[in-house]
Structure formats: C-alpha cells, structure tokens
T-cell receptor, first 113, second 111 residues
Framework: NAGVTQTPKFQVLKTGQSMTLQCAQD?????MYWYRQDPGMGLRLIYY???????DKGEVPNGYNVSRLNKREFSLRLESAAPSQTSVYFC????????????FGEGSRLTVL | QQQVKQSPQSLIVQKGGISIINCAYE??????FPWYQQFPGKGPALLIA?????SEKKEGRFTISFNKSAKQFSLHIMDSQPGDSATYFC??????????FGSGTKLNVKP
C-alpha cells in the first residue's frame, strides 16, 4: 500500500521556469493538501482540496496554482518559479470528517536558482 | 502571522530524561490538536492527538497536556531515547479540516 506518492523527489529550476509537482493517494481520501516546509517556519498550507472539484487557498498561495484532477490526484504548479519558492513541498491527504489524521508523502525538494 | 506558536526551536535531552515541547494558539475555533514526528528525509507522521474536551492524553511514553483556558498544549516524552531524535510539530485544525502547524522543534536525545 503506497499511501501518498509525490513526484519528482528532487528538482532544480532556473528563475522564471515552470513546473508541476504531482501527488497521488491510494487511500480513497476526500481531502488533499499541499504544504511547504522551510527552516524555522514549520509547515505552511499552500492549497487545500476538500473534495474532487474543489480547491481553497491556504496561508501562502501566491505564485502557485493547483488542480484536483480526480479523487486520487492533486497537482501543484509553479508558473514562473522564484528563488523564494525554494523549499521542500509535501502533499498530504485525509479522510474528511472528525478524525482528521493527515497522511504525508515523502516530500519534493525544489531549488530555484 | 502563525496561528500556532511552538517552542523551543531545538532541544537537547539526555537519554532517560523528559522532553517537553510547548505550543500556543489564539483561535478558539480549533478543535483538534495533533503532534507530528518527522525523521530526516521523510514526511511527518501522526504521533498523538487530543481534542479540547480532555486535559490529558497518554500513549506509551508520549503525553499531551492541554490547557483550554490558557490556549496552550504541550508534548511530554518520558524516558527519552536516542530513537526519539526527530523534529516534532504541533498543529491545530477546525471543522474545515485545514491544519495549521507550529514552526517545529528539533529534538536531540544524547546517549
């Protein structure tokens, strides 16, 4: 059982380039999330999807777009990468409702030069 | 501004000692308070969680203490072991299932 799978694991971009981070979960969860992790800042929510077809901004959405392609997949796109977007990105999923446990992928390390 | 404030940023504890990490929040709508553990190169994983209707929850060597009136909660790791060395995050969420995380505490348990 794979859980939450993110690709790619590592990526180096030049300023202004675009890229998409892919995320897929096999736990039949309704809710999916994208977080970024920076030293001393913890995990900050970029975008959230409560269910297929819905997305909502989190704490730091500027410079990002998302697509909830279906129940399994939730992608994060950087249209014009900036050095400030150098970070480790985590995708997560959860069963919507009271329990609330988040299941995380192993992360995607992005460097923007 | 961060919705959940966590301290300390780093912590060194001797093997067998007690590790204590503290968190505070402002939004009284939060109703679920989990702690996550993260090892290097891995994603965070749920360690233990509490809801505000109880003041304490214990699972093995890990205990959450919750003070609703002070809007604070803490993680206590009893008999700390080198294998507990990791980064710990507190978090809070509301009914909308959005999770807000603290800044993290890097714990180093010395043998």
């Amino acid at each position: 059982n794979a859980g939450v799978t993110q690709t790619p694991k590592f990526q180096v971009l030049k300023t202004g380039q675009s890229m998409t981070l892919q995320c897929a979960q096999d736990m039949n969860h309704n809710s999916m999330y994208w977080y970024r992790q920076d030293p001393g800042m913890g995990l900050r929510l970029i975008y959230y999807s409560a269910s297929e077809g819905t997305t909502d901004k989190g704490e730091v959405p500027n410079g990002y777009n998302v697509s909830r392609l279906n129940k399994r997949e939730f992608s994060l796109r950087l249209e014009s990468a900036a050095p400030s977007q150098t970070s480790v990105y985590f995708c997560a999923s959860s069963e919507q409702g009271v329990a609330g446990e988040l299941f995380f992928g192993e992360g995607s390390r992005l460097t923007v030069l | 501004q961060q919705q959940v404030k966590q301290s300390p940023q780093s912590l060194i504890v001797q093997k067998g000692g007690i590790s204590i990490i503290n968190c505070a929040y402002e939004n009284t709508a939060f109703d679920y308070f989990p702690w996550y553990q993260q090892f290097p190169g891995k994603g965070p994983a749920l360690l233990i969680a509490i809801r505000p209707d109880v003041s304490e929850k214990k699972e093995g060597r890990f205990t959450i203490s919750f003070n609703k009136s002070a809007k604070q909660f803490s993680l206590h790791i009893m008999d700390s072991q080198p294998g507990d060395s990791a980064t710990y995050f507190c978090a809070a969420s509301k009914m909308d299932n959005k999770f807000y995380f603290g800044s993290g505490t890097k714990l180093n348990v010395k043998p």
